[in-house]
DNA sequence: AGCGTTAACTCAACTTTCTTGAGTGTTCAA
DNA sequence: TTGAACACTCAAGAAAGTTGAGTTAACGCT
């Protein structure tokens, strides 16, 4: 009867204090080097109280003295920029066969990053050989667990009980319990838990294609095909977490009707050449097929081509962003193939004139990925201001 | 070279007060009747706190004590509710024949509505008819200026140029300039500009079947098809302003593709019914057709149901929303119906055991909608706390 | 019926953090 | 050479939050 209020922060000092904090970072982090006063007149805070946050962060060791600018008239400017040892994040995906791990620094560069095969896929196999590896990435690293900021753990979605469960690439046990608190626990530290196309999106807003753009989408060419939609700035995640499933809505190929993922996505090319009788089955395989013009792969590409085009339709005016963006498990020359070989559609609200970004543009891609963009999902949370959050 | 800083609000004492006050506002309106613990609770702040933000907003005729409530033991709860008169809202829809307004109260109640025949299109003429109706309207409600909080207006969209001008239903002369800087400047208040579908979304969501909701989507049938996406809370708007626009999407109709609008939409619905010589100009003749089971409509309405389906499985995969909401100048008969006949998507993320809201619900519908979302825009913003909003 | 427990709310003192305004040092331009 | 522009610091003051003790009212156990 009493329907619940959901819970919002109000401001208190003390949670102003860290908004502005991360504020500030945000700042320093967007332009690399920044002044106190550029900051004030951005945040609309003095620069009194810029000082002050600054002279905290120096001393939490986040930010570094970045040399004097002299900018026109007046006092040289004194430049902060982030202090890369300042802090760490830990990027972990998990696939059915393998754990991707990477601990990357506080301006995104990692330090490391490994593959390591998971005996099976049973949830605390994953949970243990996820815990050993932080283990011992510290150890390698050299870098204490109170420098480590959180972890950010990629899983295939979707999440929970929906219409598309009960297919490929699942894991088993995960649908009991929140895969967050369960790493939370685990590892005793924050965690973030989003699917590959999300991460990879945020990957690519951190250090990519996509830094300073609040508003784009990533296709991740996965096992599937996965959409990561940012959101003035924020990943836009549905009421259950389960935005961005693009990979089961109908396209048009050749005037035929089918699922998007079934003509983009590395399984479909792998079942595409699989019936020419063609194993395909890594990345240089698929290089070596594209520099020899391999026909099949060619046509593959073509239909891969056509449907992205309908699928870009459908973003673009579903959401306006300011790019897309491709990347994922795909090398890069097919990307660019398929890059150059997508019609952008005319009746489209991308189609003006201003655009100041392509309308298509290629990631980073590779195996690691998603596994960057995990790290990522923590660094982004140290520079986002935390007041006025809703979840 | 020196990218700018995107600007966005730092916490100090005078926003974070203002920032809270509007998430006390938001609590209480949205359970109705709240007592100040609670919302302490739900807020993270004190009861102090909260205590002293109620006083200044019963001070400022924003709230009225609303009895006491004993809940189990201890002290009885004194409950706060928003005060009906405590401000008002002026909403305006723009259309290229008319202008329709309307002043709602501070708990989205309207307190009138009028339709005002337009000369011309011209972009004078429509400052000059809107200006014209808020005076008279604030005359026949006997309200002061000073309790006006702000006005929406609801255009016609896409907002500038885009691959989908030079479409029908256009204003003229609009493209230069920001609206609703230009609309500010004439009324001389704060003013929100959006699209119907937006404006319609936000008016279910104040006081509609979206009631409490914080995600979903709108799907409004106008000239058009357009799709209000609320995510979070907010209005999704896209880089440009422009996300939403559905209309244009390819769906398939008996293995055909179109545009879905050519399939949903009143001109789509008039073209067909023409077709077969029924001239039809007006919500009355559909209802006299649909009660009389016409033929041609009941063809149409499947083809439109099967539209619908289609694009609702986009809509559920991409943004996995709460509910979508069905809605707009289409005669709720006709909108049931709709309805009862689109086939619910199996594959997708919204197929899933555990719902609470039916995946499509029929929102408000008639003539009025939009103009009463565009005073719930002002509404909304003074429900919603400000800190960290970014745009 | 009496009395301890629970819970909402208030009061007054205290704390955090921001702002303000005066002052310092550097650079550029007239 | 001088003055304006600008970044930054210092110290005092102001705003808004928290804390903890105290008050009031309802419930429920004896």
Same mark, same amino acid.
């Given at each position: 009867? $009493? ?25 320093? @982090? ?29 001393? /939490? ?7 004097? +600018? =002299? ?22 995906? $998990? +696939? ?18 490994? @593959?390591?095969?998971? +005996? ?10 996820? !815990? ?7 150890? /390698? %690293? @050299? ?11 990629? *899983? ?24 967050? /608190? ?27 294609? %996509? ?5 784009? %989408? ?11 939609? $940012? ?51 890594? *990345?240089?395989?698929?290089? !070596? ?19 992205? !085009? !309908?699928?870009? =339709? ?31 559609? /005319? ?11 392509? +309308? ?9 990925? %998603? ?21």
């Amino acid at each position: 009867m $009493v329907s619940t209020l959901k819970p919002q922060l109000g401001a208190n000092p003390e949670r102003a204090r860290s908004h502005n904090k991360q504020l500030v970072l945000r700042a320093i @982090r967007h332009v690399g080097a920044v002044g106190r006063a550029e900051i004030a007149r951005a945040s609309g805070l003095s620069t009194q109280a810029v000082s002050n946050i600054i002279s905290d962060l120096l001393g /939490e060791g986040l930010l570094i003295e970045q040399g004097v +600018r =002299s900018a026109g008239r007046g006092l040289p400017v004194q430049q902060y920029a982030i202090k890369p040892d300042g802090g760490y994040a830990f990027g972990v995906e $998990v +696939r059915p066969t393998a754990v991707f791990t990477a601990l990357v620094d506080l301006v995104g560069t990692p330090v490391l990053a490994r @593959r390591t095969p998971l +005996r099976n896929a049973g949830k605390s196999t994953i949970l243990e050989t996820v !815990s050993a590896q932080l283990a011992s990435a510290l150890i /390698e %690293a @050299r870098i204490s667990k109170g420098a480590l900021m959180g972890a950010g753990i990629v *899983m295939p979605g979707p999440f929970g009980d929906t219409g598309l469960t009960g297919t490929e690439s699942e894991l088993p046990g995960w649908n009991t319990g929140d895969p967050a /608190e369960i790493f939370a626990n685990t590892l005793n530290l924050p965690v973030f838990v989003e699917n590959d196309a999300n991460a990879a999106a945020m990957a690519e807003r951190m250090n990519g294609v %996509a830094r300073g753009l609040d508003d784009f %989408a990533y296709l991740y060419f996965g096992q599937g095909l996965g959409l990561g939609l $940012v959101q003035n700035g924020q990943i836009l995640q549905g009421a259950f977490g389960n935005a961005g499933e693009i990979g089961h809505i109908q396209v048009l190929v050749d005037g035929h009707a089918v699922e998007l993922e079934s003509a983009t996505s590395r399984l479909s090319v792998q079942a595409c050449l699989a019936r020419e009788g063609l194993d395909v089955t890594n *990345m240089e395989d698929l290089i !070596s097929l594209y520099s020899s013009a391999n026909r099949h792969l060619l046509v593959w590409l073509d239909k891969a081509a056509q449907a992205l !085009s !309908s699928a870009l =339709s459908i973003i673009e005016n579903l959401f306006d962003p300011q790019t897309v963006i491709l990347g994922g498990a795909m090398p890069d020359v097919l990307l660019d193939h398929i890059i150059a070989r997508t019609a952008l559609p /005319e009746r489209s609200v991308s189609n003006r004139p201003d655009r100041v970004h392509p +309308r298509l543009m290629r990631g980073t891609s590779g195996r690691m990925t %998603a596994t960057l963009g995990a790290a990522a999902l923590v660094l982004h949370q140290a520079f986002t201001p935390t007041i006025a959050e809703a979840r």
